[in-house]
């Protein structure tokens, strides 16, 4: 069983950061990448960034300057910085192991979700 548990969401003014942490539990062999989406209400769920075990990143457009991804292999663990936000940043934040090698196969897994409000 593999758990994913995110954390550091909050309500920021614009323009303010936030820190969310994801970390990775339980029995696995190794993680190929992580990621970060999120849902605003009545909008699909976006990718935001993802980060490869060999530290290869990607970016939507929309946070590409503002938004860093950043992973502790050795924690298991993912960071997403946020600066400058806007509210159009608001929504529930989730990490995502993607292609996580465990000894009964490959598989994908969410965490919970982390709320992440922007407003004065």
């Known amino acids: 069983q593999v758990k994913m548990v995110e954390s550091g969401g909050g309500l920021v003014q614009p323009g303010g950061s936030l820190r969310l942490s994801c970390a990775a539990s339980?029995?696995?062999?190794?993680?190929?990448?992580m990621g970060w989406y999120r849902q605003a209400p009545e909008k699909e769920r976006e990718l935001v960034a993802a980060?490869?075990?060999?530290?290869?990143?990607n970016y939507a457009d929309s946070v590409k300057g503002r938004f860093t991804i950043s992973r502790d292999n050795g924690k298991n663990t993912m960071y997403l910085q946020m600066s400058s936000l806007k509210p159009e940043d608001t929504a529930v934040y989730y990490c995502?192991?993607?292609?996580?090698?465990?000894?009964?196969?490959?598989?994908?897994?969410w965490g919970q979700g982390t709320q992440v409000t922007v407003s004065s």
């Open positions: 980060i490869t075990s060999r530290g290869s990143t």
């Open positions: 995502k192991a993607i292609r996580v090698w465990t000894s009964t196969g490959i598989g994908d897994y």
């Open positions: 339980g029995t696995f062999f190794s993680i190929d990448t």
